[in-house]
């Protein structure tokens, strides 16, 4: 097996200064736009606000490049534009939570009162089926659902 052992210096360079500079500005968003902001649900106060959907929409960009190309494309294939859903009661202050995909009977879905992506299931479009308290990036949950279709679940 011959390897090529060819560097590419700017390539290189230019992929960990792009990963950096994502890195940077996802921290720097939630340094100061989440840190502090979101408290666990059973200590919300009224200083709890829900996510804002310019966070949220440049989250969603920002981790969109985390992902390797298969998932770049399960991603491509189940995304929507995020929209409220509701899940009531622990939705419901911030009137409903993001959605951010829709495959078959379940839902991705942005839990801003834990700072999270989850994936729960669906009967009825635009209301959540099941409350989960995961605190996964997004990259992750996607990472997650490719396996799934890859073991053939």
Excluded at 69 to 96: A, F, R, T, V, Y
Excluded at 124 to 129: F, L, M, P, Q, R
Aim: glycine fraction near 6%; include cysteine; hydrophobic fraction near 35%.
């Amino acid at each position: 097996m011959e390897v090529n052992k060819q560097l590419k210096p700017t390539s290189t360079a230019l992929l960990v200064l792009c990963f950096s500079a994502t890195l940077a500005q996802n921290n720097q968003l939630r340094s100061s736009g989440l840190a502090g902001r979101y408290t666990p649900f059973k200590n919300m106060s009224n200083t709890w606000k829900p996510v804002d959907i310019k966070w949220l929409n440049n989250d969603l960009e920002n981790q969109f490049w985390l992902l390797d190309e298969p998932q770049q494309k399960l991603w491509n294939l189940i995304k929507i534009n995020p929209e409220k859903w509701s899940l009531s009661p622990l939705g419901d202050q911030g009137g409903g939570f993001y959605v951010v995909a829709v495959f078959g009977n379940q839902v991705l879905w942005f839990n801003d009162i834990e700072d999270g992506y989850n994936i729960s299931n669906y009967n009825e479009y635009g209301v959540i089926s099941d409350y989960f308290s995961n605190q996964n990036e997004l990259h992750h949950s996607v990472n997650y659902l490719y396996s799934l279709l890859q073991d053939g679940v």
